[in-house]
């Protein structure tokens, strides 16, 4: 019997786009795990506070860089134990 449960929660989406590398997107991390949220105003609480100085730097936002500000998103955790 397996068993199986999934889980929303909210973590920060890296986003950048640029000639060298093209469009870039991942789930920001701190340590080896994905920093997750219980609600969408924590993580965007926690984006303000960690990348907030992105929004006021234009030469970052230009190339060679291209970043833009993270955004939160909701993500699905599937845990699965036994077999299927």
């Avoid at 949220?37 to 960690?50: D, G, P, Q, S, V």
Wanted: charged residues 30%; hydrophobic residues 40%.
């Amino acid at each position: 019997m397996a068993i199986r449960r999934t889980v929303e929660r909210w973590a920060g989406l890296w986003r950048s786009q640029n000639r060298l590398d093209g469009r870039s997107e991942h789930i920001l991390f701190r340590g080896c795990l994905p920093k997750l949220f219980l609600t969408r105003a924590e993580a965007r609480e926690w984006i303000k506070t960690e990348y907030g100085y992105i929004a006021d730097r234009p030469d970052l936002k230009r190339e060679p860089h291209g970043w833009r500000m993270p955004v939160a998103i909701r993500v699905k955790i599937t845990v699965t134990k036994g077999y299927l």
